[in-house]
């Protein structure tokens, strides 16, 4: 049985975030064009379907790191901050963003909520990673 864990993280995010695009459940936000990704960033993502990347992403990350809030979300997609003269410091990442694709992947059934942790993988969300990354596997092997 191939699981998120047997393969390369960025093959994987890829190949859903394709899969991802055909569920009716997660769209682009109006604003997503026009938003930075976190403080420490200077302008906004370049890439067409970065939402979906992300999406995928945050996926992936409530599957390997268990139950996940957007705080913690927000510190995974974090960086540094250019602060001029002064020494660079840990900055948080967007948690409108997090939020907003943790909503999306809940309503299209592949997060569920946990009382106090946040949100956890469903049941279909875990077996949609599991094929996906068993395509990946297979497309690595062949």
Not at 87 to 97: H, L, M, Q, V
Not at 116 to 131: A, E, T, V, Y
Request: hydrophobic share 40%; proline share 5%.
């Amino acid at each position: 049985m191939v699981t998120v864990y047997d393969v390369p993280p960025e093959k994987l995010i890829m190949k859903a975030a394709e899969k991802l695009k055909q569920v009716d459940a997660i769209a682009v936000p109006e604003w997503a064009e026009f938003v930075k990704t976190g403080r420490h960033t200077e302008n906004a993502p370049v890439q067409e379907d970065w939402w979906f990347i992300r999406a995928a992403s945050v996926m992936r990350k409530v599957y390997t790191k268990g139950p996940m809030g957007t705080s913690r979300l927000a510190a995974e997609y974090g960086g540094f901050a250019d602060r001029g003269s002064k020494p660079n410091r840990a900055i948080k990442g967007s948690r409108a963003i997090a939020r907003r694709c943790l909503i999306q992947l809940e309503n299209a059934g592949f997060l569920l909520k946990d009382k106090k942790n946040g949100r956890m993988i469903s049941p279909k969300g875990q077996s949609f990673l599991d094929n996906v990354a068993k395509e990946v596997y297979d497309e690595m092997n062949n």
